[in-house]
Nanobody
Framework: QVQLVESGGGLVQPGGSLRLSCAAS????????MDWYRQAPGKEFELVAT???????DYADSVQGRFTISRDNAKNTVYLEMNSLKPEDTAVYYC?????????WGQGTQVTVSS
């Protein structure tokens, strides 16, 4: 069984940076895409960024140019580097991993951008 453990959330001032990590453990045979989503109060669940097994990335327009998704296949870990953070980035961030065509979700980590 694959489990995901997220870390790196917290409170940051506008303009600041945070780095989220999501590590997969367990019986991992093949990880395909790795994604970050977020859920803000009163807003729709949003796909923030995705990275394929080949390293191709895609971003939501709202974070393009500010966020960077990356992965370390040796560590089965996906990262989200968030720069120039805005109050509207405040949300619970979730990672999702597609392994052997099964989607597995992390527990979520809170990111709060506030002065």
């Amino acid at each position: 069984q694959v489990q995901l453990v997220e870390s790196g959330g917290g409170l940051v001032q506008p303009g600041g940076s945070l780095r989220l990590s999501c590590a997969a453990s367990g019986s991992i045979f093949s990880i395909n895409t790795m994604d970050w989503y977020r859920q803000a109060p009163g807003k729709e669940f949003e796909l923030v960024a995705t990275i394929t097994s080949g390293g191709r990335t895609d971003y939501a327009d709202s974070v393009q140019g500010r966020f960077t998704i990356s992965r370390d296949n040796a560590k089965n870990t996906v990262y989200l580097e968030m720069n120039s953070l805005k109050p509207e980035d405040t949300a619970v961030y979730y990672c999702k991993v597609n392994a052997a065509n099964v989607n597995i979700w992390g527990q979520g980590t809170q990111v709060t951008v506030s002065s």
